[in-house]
Structures are given as C-alpha cells and as structure tokens.
C-alpha cells in the first residue's frame, strides 16, 4: 500500500497554499534550471510526467506542442485538481503508485518535478521509464536535494549571524518520516548523490546534467527571502538520455 499523504484533506489543503502551487511554474524558483534541461522544441514528442500533482509540468508540455502527455500520480485529489484547471486536451491523467508503474507505451521525454524521494524502488522506475524512452528521449528529473533530506531532524538551527542545516545520516540511506506542512510522519527516501547517478547508469540512461539549484546574486536581488537557500542546497535536478540509442531499437 503506497503512502498516499496528499489525499489526506489537511495536508491537500496546507499544500494547496504553498506558493508554488498557486503560482505554478513561475512560482518554482528551480524552473529555469530544469526547462534548460529539456529540449528546446516538444512539437510531437511524447512526454510522460511522473508524480503530476496540480500538473502544471504536463500542462506546460501540451502547451509546448507535445503530441500527447501522460501525468501519472498517486493521489485522487491532485488528479481531480489537475483536471479542474483544463481537462480533456492531450493530456491523459493515469492514477497509479510509481512504485508499480511501467509506461505502456514510447515516450521521448520523461519528467517529474519534486516526486522521486517519495518512490521507494528507484531502480525498477528507472528501468521502466529508460526502456520506454525512443533514442535520442530526455529524462529530465528534480527531487529533494539529499543533504536536505537526509538529516534525522531537516531543520535550520538558528546561531549567532545567521542559521545552518546540521547534517546527520548522510551515509545511513532509505527511509525517513519527516514533518510536513503540519503532517507528521510523511514517508520519504534518502539516497545519496551517487546512488542517484547509480541509478540512472544501472537503467541505461548517461547523465547530461546535474544542478544543486540555489539563488544566484539575480535571484537574490528579485528575492531576498531566498537568502536561507544558500545555506544548504534543497533541489537536485538530474538530466539523463539513453545511453546506448541502438539498445532501443526495437523498443
Ligand atoms: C511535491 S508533489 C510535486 C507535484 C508536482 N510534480 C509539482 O512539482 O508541482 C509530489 C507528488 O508526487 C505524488 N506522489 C508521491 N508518491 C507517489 C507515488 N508512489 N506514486 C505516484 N505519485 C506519487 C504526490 O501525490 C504528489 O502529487
């Protein structure tokens, strides 16, 4: 039985405040990194979003021309909210747990915003997404940063000038329960950077690109509240592609 936290009504309601939820894409300070990451032109391509949420990524591919969007997500609620803002398109909404889903068919590129430390099997979902990806394909992904995660207590502990992240367990990989948006005890998995970068190479997928997002001097000039994050990166965004394109010849 997957965790399934974001059709809890408390928790959907907190995150339904969060400002990147009621900003979108322009609310997600990493957006820049990881559309940098993705290819110029999505006329045609067939994009698979893993862990969809509001589906603001599967919208923007649609609106980028992709032939067709399949946004996968776990949770009722998200789908229902995503399905609110525009339903119908060529975007198809699937309710599952990534935890059992294998794409049904090719994709060229494959996203997920903020979702893979909630995936307990990492290997087999790569696997199955590196299997369906045509040659040439992108996978494009960003989750939460492993110094961020991996902490027994993620927290800033105030200090005299200024605030720090104590990290703790780094090398202790897999499960944590962490409070959440009020929530205590929501699931996720610590994994080192190599265990990242493992992954995607035991899948059959090269790594094109690695960004630990933080505010650059810009950023900081526009938003000045983002200072926190350069104590201590939040979000890691990998970008892959298959490594062997003859592998998937006959995929
Ligand atoms: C932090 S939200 C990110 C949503 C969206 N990608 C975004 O960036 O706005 C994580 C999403 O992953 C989904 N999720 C978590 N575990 C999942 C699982 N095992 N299978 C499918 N979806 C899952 C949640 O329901 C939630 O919608």
């Avoid at 307990?120 to 369906?132: E, N, V």
């Avoid at 000039?221 to 201590?232: G, T």
């Amino acid at each position: 039985m997957p965790q399934n936290v974001y059709d809890d009504p408390d928790f959907f309601a907190a995150y339904a405040g969060l400002h990147r939820q009621q900003q979108g894409l322009a609310g997600a300070p990493e957006w820049p990194a990881m559309r940098a990451m993705l290819p110029d032109d999505l006329t045609g391509r067939r994009v698979l979003d893993l862990g969809c949420g509001y589906g603001w990524l599967a919208r923007w591919a649609e609106d980028a021309g992709a032939e067709g969007v399949v946004a996968v997500d776990v949770s009722t609620r998200m789908l229902d909210r995503a399905r609110s803002f525009a339903d119908g398109g060529r975007i198809e909404y699937v309710l599952a747990d990534l935890d059992e889903y294998s794409p049904d068919g090719p994709c060229d590129v494959v996203v997920s915003s903020l979702t893979l430390h909630y995936v307990a099997d990492l290997d087999r979902l790569l696997r199955a997404c590196a299997s369906s990806l045509t040659p040439g394909g992108r996978f494009v992904a960003s989750c939460e940063h492993p110094i961020y995660l991996a902490p027994y207590e993620p927290r800033f502990v105030e200090r005299p000038g200024g605030h720090e992240w104590p990290v703790s367990g780094y090398q202790r990989e897999g499960r944590r329960e962490v409070e959440w948006l009020g929530h205590e005890g929501v699931v996720k998995f610590h994994r080192r950077i190599d265990t990242y970068l493992g992954a995607l190479r035991s899948a059959g997928l090269a790594l094109t690109d690695l960004v630990e997002w933080g505010p650059s001097d810009d950023d900081l000039v526009e938003h000045p509240e983002w200072a926190p994050e350069l104590e201590r990166p939040m979000i890691l965004l990998l970008g892959a592609t298959p490594a062997h394109d003859d592998a998937h010849d006959d995929a």
